[in-house]
């Protein structure tokens, strides 16, 4: 998958409502330890929040763009406020079924 489709992106958003921020990206902005624990949380699940600190050097646009980047298979799904949801299906078990691309 090379894109999510708006209509993706909006079942997406819909499942992300619920969830609490499980990675923190602080004062030293997006780093190798970061992605580190994007990649470890994309192991136990599809869809995730990162939240940016006040402390953060950068726009949470700017990191939802790194961050999808440094972890190979994420998707952007949406950025609010200081929170940026990422998406990246399991490769052999997918839970999350998106709406087909045409539907």
């Known amino acids: 998958m090379d894109r999510l489709t708006s209509r993706q992106r909006a079942h997406l958003r819909k499942l992300a409502h619920h969830l609490k921020p499980i990675v923190l990206v602080g004062g030293d902005g997006v780093t190798a330890a970061v992605l580190n624990s994007v990649e470890d949380a994309f192991n136990t699940r599809e869809l995730i929040k990162v939240k940016l600190q006040e402390s ?3 726009h949470v646009k700017d990191a939802a763009g790194e961050l999808s980047t ?3 298979g994420a998707h952007s799904v949406q950025t609010i406020g200081r929170t940026v949801v990422l998406y990246r299906p399991h ?4 839970e999350i079924r998106l709406p087909k691309a045409g539907d």
């Open 70 to 72: 440094g972890v190979i």
């Open 91 to 94: 490769p052999e078990n997918p």
């Open 56 to 58: 953060a050097p950068l």
